[in-house]
């Protein structure tokens, strides 16, 4: 069983940071591709960054370029998102999300796994 867990939420200051991990566990055997979601009060869930398992290629939607960067630690399994200059629209929770292959996707549907998910509160 696969398993993921994320860290490093909080409360934060508009134009502030916050560095999100995930750890991937469990029955890991295989490359992964992994990314980040996030879902708002009364919004859909959206896809924010994904990495293949190479690290190769990343993907970003439009409103976190240029602030936001996703990466992989040294061991593969852990997954970064650095989020800079943070806004009170970036205020969601923030979910991990991997998918056996070592391509990305920024389909929901495309991930089986998925983490519990950690807040994060943008300040104005």
């Known amino acids: 069983q696969v398993q993921l867990a994320e860290s490093g939420g909080g409360l934060v200051q508009a134009g502030g940071s916050l560095r999100l991990s995930c750890a991937l566990s469990?029955?890991?055997?295989?490359?992964?591709?992994m990314g980040w979601f996030r879902q708002a009060p009364g919004r859909e869930r959206e896809f924010v960054a994904a990495?293949?398992?190479?690290?190769?290629?990343?993907t970003y939607v439009d409103s976190v370029k240029g602030r936001f960067t996703v990466s992989r630690g040294n061991a593969k399994e852990t997954v970064y998102l650095q989020m800079n200059s943070l806004k009170p629209e970036d205020t969601a929770v923030y979910y991990c999300?991997?998918?056996?292959?070592?391509?990305?996707?920024?389909?929901?549907?495309?991930?089986?796994?998925w983490g519990q998910g950690t807040q994060v509160t943008v300040s104005s």
């Open positions: 990495i293949s398992w190479s690290s190769t290629s990343t």
């Open positions: 999300v991997a998918r056996l292959g070592g391509v990305s996707s920024t389909g929901a549907s495309s991930y089986p796994y």
């Open positions: 469990g029955r890991t055997f295989g490359s992964y591709g």
